[in-house]
């Protein structure tokens, strides 16, 4: 056995020549090219290890990862265990030098107290297989529940002067808040030079951190490795976009991500490619990824720039037909009447077969306070979830632009307070987020089904239900409204909660009798109040 260096990222230890890891972490061997090339990223060897499990609950698994490049003569490889047990490894490839590298390793399990300490080590996401709702949400690889509720990080990646210090910090903000997934530009049009051809290696393993960072505090990261703009066909063209495809692909393959085809794409006509490449990429990044992990796209809007030319709400009005589309995506856009869209686009999406998970992906951003109102970030989050969404994103224009100190941004038309003393890390409207997260966190919220139809008498019926059990209401204008408890036993007792989403907390509660269409009045209404806010209603059947 020729010699070889194992090294490993986060928590690396050598137990008599075998590697020690525990599931889902990730597991790197570093290995030397002895062939010369140019430019290794555009004509190096192709090099894969492959892992298969010999003992234990790992046995009979085997995946394949392929290496990449990381400057001068040194490839890595990296693979993320999915079961304890044993394992060896051995590589191949056309260059002596990453070709016959084996070895052993060992991989634990971790412990259910280290699991809700971060969840990320639950496994990568993927839809909901079994439960109540199948297909309608997401789960960890273990089958725990998986609520998604993002933040859109983008020019985090792009930044070059920006510190890691400051994005450990945002990270920690939105960690403790309950954001579950940071949505990241992978820096392909701003990292390969003007040829396309030369990855800044530096800024690529600074994003690499960024996203290990983020899973280090159980966020999963979704990552784009392109930004779709106009003639990006001429400019990069289609070899060049799937090379550095491929090499993302490789390179954060063991990394808690999610895939997504490219930031603002347009599948006919933004940047030049058309539907039939969009179509091919997807497919084709399912096919490489051993993980199979999911897959998406990020749209433009009608009466966007971009989508002008191809008006599409969600993927689901173009592509729900592909079966590498894991889960549907919208992007609204900014602007009232586009947020106003989200529970009509949602309900769209939620009635096509087969069933998919669906969300927005990108809002009206809280740009500066009170633009656009905390109120509307709330509608937008509570009327998709409640609509049928599997979770929702919010935007921040501070932490959007990664508006820091030591890289202030200019941001043109976009509103955006250019002092330090604010920040949307805690604007209302991310605080009310961090409220909706821990809300549900709290329920067995993938149970809820969309039931409009249990509300009446109220403009607005957007709720959620396991009839006769539990309902969630979202009452947009205060008031009151009726809430139909007749599919339970006519003597069950039903308690209930009235929150103040603007303060993030219950204000009164009582209990009713079920068996009937139930009223239910806000605690503040008009005239009393002159002005109106909105509310949440929590009911629940009591346990006897």
């Not at 990320?120 to 993927?126: E, L």
């Not at 954001?179 to 051809?197: C, E, H, P, R, S």
């Not at 491929?246 to 539907?275: D, K, P, Q």
Request: charged share 20%; hydrophobic share 40%; with cysteine.
């Amino acid at each position: 056995m020729r010699l070889r260096t194992v090294f490993l990222l986060g928590l690396s230890s050598l137990l008599h020549g075998q590697s020690a890891v525990r599931e889902w972490e990730v597991f790197e061997i570093r290995m030397s090219a002895r062939g010369a090339y140019a430019n290794p990223y555009v004509e190096g060897p192709l090099a894969q290890v492959a892992f298969t499990g010999v003992a234990g609950p790992s046995r009979g698994m085997r995946y394949t990862v392929a290496a990449f490049w990381d400057g001068g003569q040194e490839w890595k490889a990296r693979f993320a265990p999915p079961a304890a047990g044993e394992w060896s490894y051995a590589s191949s490839s056309s260059d002596a030098g990453l070709a016959g590298v084996r070895g052993a390793l060992r991989v634990d399990a971790w412990s259910e107290a280290a699991k809700r300490e971060n969840p990320v080590r639950r496994g990568f996401v993927r839809v909901a297989r079994g439960g109540p709702r199948p297909g309608r949400h997401f789960e960890y690889a273990d089958g725990t529940p998986f609520l998604w509720v993002g933040d859109t990080w983008w020019a985090w990646g792009s930044k070059k002067k920006v510190l890691l210090s400051s994005f450990q910090k945002m990270v920690d903000d939105r960690a403790a808040k309950g954001f579950t997934v940071g949505q990241i530009y992978f820096v392909g049009n701003d990292a390969l030079g003007k040829t396309f051809d030369h990855p800044d290696l530096d800024q690529v393993r600074k994003v690499e951190q960024m996203v290990a960072c983020a899973n280090s505090k159980g966020i999963t990261v979704w990552i784009h490795p392109w930004w779709s703009r106009k003639g990006l066909n001429e400019r990069v063209g289609e070899e060049k976009l799937r090379r550095f495809w491929r090499y993302v692909l490789h390179r954060m393959g063991a990394h808690n991500v999610i895939w997504t085809l490219a930031g603002e794409y347009n599948m006919n006509a933004y940047g030049g490619f058309g539907l039939d490449f969009w179509r091919g990429v997807g497919a084709w990044i399912k096919r490489e990824d051993p993980y199979e992990r999911l897959v998406g796209a990020h749209p433009t809007p009608p009466g966007w720039q971009g989508g002008a030319e191809a008006p599409q709400w969600s993927t689901g009005e173009v592509i729900h037909d592909q079966p590498w589309l894991d889960y549907n995506q919208s992007q609204v856009g900014h602007g009232r009447w586009r947020n106003e869209m989200i529970p009509r686009v949602i309900s769209a999406d939620y009635a096509r077969r087969p069933v998919k998970p669906t969300l927005v992906t990108e809002p009206w951003y809280e740009f500066i306070e009170g633009s656009p109102p905390a109120m509307d970030v709330r509608f937008a989050a509570w009327s998709a979830i409640l609509s049928g969404a599997a979770g929702h994103t919010y935007g921040g224009g501070h932490v959007w632009w990664a508006h820091v100190p030591e890289s202030p941004s200019g941001v043109g038309a976009w509103p955006l307070d250019p002092s330090f003393e604010t920040n949307t890390l805690d604007y209302p409207g991310a605080r009310s987020m961090s409220f909706l997260a821990k809300f549900l966190g709290g329920l067995e919220w993938w149970k809820l089904e969309p039931h409009p139809d249990l509300i009446s008498d109220y403009p607005a019926p957007f709720c959620s239900a396991v009839p006769g059990q539990e309902y969630v209401a979202y009452l947009r204008y205060g008031g009151a409204l009726k809430a139909d408890l007749r599919p339970s036993a006519a003597d069950g007792t039903f308690e209930f909660t009235w929150i103040d989403l603007a303060a993030g907390k219950p204000v009164r509660s009582g209990t009713v009798n079920g068996g009937a269409a139930r009223e239910f009045h806000a605690p503040e209404d008009y005239p009393g109040t002159r002005e109106f806010k909105d509310w949440l209603l929590h009911i629940r059947k009591r346990r006897e």
